[in-house]
């Protein structure tokens, strides 16, 4: 029998806490109260480690006995106390011993997860701090804020962060409408920001910057870019003070490029952003957009939040440039002694061809953007490439990334299921297919009864 027959729940227990690990057959011709009338049911157990409950190495395809199996006629369901003695995966097998000594056969095989407390307080985020609307002069104009958020959820986010060039604006139109329906989906605040050669009548679809520099200002209280322009002079100023006192060897338009980097980054976090060094190894025109001593000077300040790993697109030179990127990240964490925090984003300019393709996956107390940004600064983020036909490729912290790939299999494609139709709730309310409260009928709280009913009370 294949999975979809039965519900196993919850999926993910705390390492040393007793709990009940339930089957309950989902059709009639899988009963187990049909199974129970010519035979017995058991279970059986093995621990990714593959050590066994008496401590011995488990031979080449060896389970253990799981426990005793009770059966709850009510529900037509079978159940097992469990207490997991460390952190990791647990396969298990359910069999099925015919009457008179037939040779047993497995009815259905799964896994569950133990975590040590610190992670099992916590849950899993996905989303994508880095995309486009058509309020980017590079965007595509079919794909408005709203659009871009609805398609998002569809595409099974839990939360975006809309960063048009040089605007916040965006954000907020997308933010304000997922905000009228109370569902478990968020749309935070943000822009990609870049450095302004000179003043701008205006914002809105036009990418006239110096190219090298690019930081996503994740939840801050007021644009960069616009603070940039509105207070320009003010700007300069400071730039030529802070190029002044670097370095005179370095050469006069790299100083003021790493003026510029010290200066965005310390005022998305004077309006309480999260800094995000945005695609470091991204070519364009035959080389790197952004030049190897403004990366490494970048690197070495280590006033951003996060490095953007996975990010750009997803053609032969993009993936190229991500393992540059992601072997890059690896060496300097080594460096460092510490893992330098990372995301992984589409930096989408059209989104029903890329949303969730890449993504970050944040390990949080809740949706919030505090304990988000909290999680991300604290090195509780994988990034992760999800390319349809290929296995998902992830990065980050050893206990985050093996958990991340279990959650991959058990978890997500019915949490993607939920939340494509709490996605596909909000594309028809913007055809005019239905009202706000269909939708929150659809949406509330959602994600939180999928975490409820997969972690262990």
């Known amino acids: 029998m294949s999975f979809e027959y039965f519900r196993v729940i919850p999926r993910v227990f705390e390492v040393g806490r007793s709990a009940e690990l339930r089957l309950r057959a989902l059709y009639e011709q899988c009963s187990f109260a049909e199974y129970m009338k010519s035979g017995r049911l058991y279970l059986e157990v093995i621990s990714d480690g593959g050590i066994l409950s008496s401590g011995r190495v488990a031979k080449w395809g060896e389970y253990e006995s799981a426990g005793e199996l009770k059966y709850n006629a009510e529900d037509d369901s079978v159940s097992v106390d469990v207490c997991f003695s460390g952190e990791g995966e647990y396969t298990y097998r359910l069999m099925y011993e015919p009457t008179g000594g037939g040779r047993p056969q497995m009815i259905l095989k799964f896994a569950v997860y133990a975590l040590e407390a610190d992670l099992f307080a916590l849950r899993p985020y996905r989303g994508d701090l880095h995309v486009h609307t058509s309020y980017s002069e590079c965007g595509r104009r079919d794909e408005d804020p709203k659009f871009v958020a609805a398609w998002s959820c569809h595409a099974g986010l839990d939360f975006i962060v809309i960063t048009d060039h040089q605007q916040m604006e965006p954000s907020l139109i997308a933010r304000d409408f997922i905000n009228q329906f109370g569902i478990d989906y968020q749309v935070f605040p943000g822009e990609e920001v870049h450095q302004l050669a000179e003043k701008q009548p205006t914002l809105v679809c036009k990418n006239r910057f110096l190219p090298p520099n690019h930081f996503v200002n994740f939840g801050g209280s007021q644009g960069v870019a616009k603070y940039m322009n509105d207070h320009f002079e003010e700007f300069q100023d400071e730039l030529r003070q802070r190029a002044e006192a670097l370095p005179a060897s370095v050469s006069e338009d790299l100083r003021i490029l790493q003026a510029g980097a010290d200066w965005m980054i310390d005022k ?190």
């Open 268 to 457: 998305i976090h004077e309006f309480g952003g999260l800094a995000i060094f945005a695609h470091p190894f991204w070519h364009s025109e035959s080389r790197t957009n952004l030049p190897k001593p403004l990366r490494e000077y970048i690197l070495k300040q280590g006033k951003y939040d996060a490095m953007e790993v996975v990010g750009i697109g997803d053609g032969k030179q993009s993936r190229e440039d991500v393992q540059v990127c992601v072997n890059w990240w690896m060496t300097e964490s080594i460096a460092r002694g510490k893992m330098i925090p990372l995301v992984g984003n589409t930096d989408s300019h059209a989104c029903r061809e890329q949303m969730n393709r890449r993504a970050t996956i944040v390990f949080a107390k809740d949706g919030s953007f505090e304990s988000l940004a909290s999680g991300i600064k604290s090195g509780r983020s994988v990034a992760g490439t999800f390319n349809p036909g290929e296995g998902p490729v992830l990065y980050g912290d050893y206990r985050l990334v093996e958990f991340s790939y279990f959650l991959t299999r058990e978890f997500y494609p019915e949490h993607d299921a939920v939340m494509a139709l709490v996605g596909s709730a909000l594309m028809d309310y913007l055809r005019g297919g239905c009202d706000a409260d269909a939708v929150k009928a659809v949406g509330a709280n959602r994600l939180g009864r999928l975490f409820a009913e997969y972690w262990a009370k």
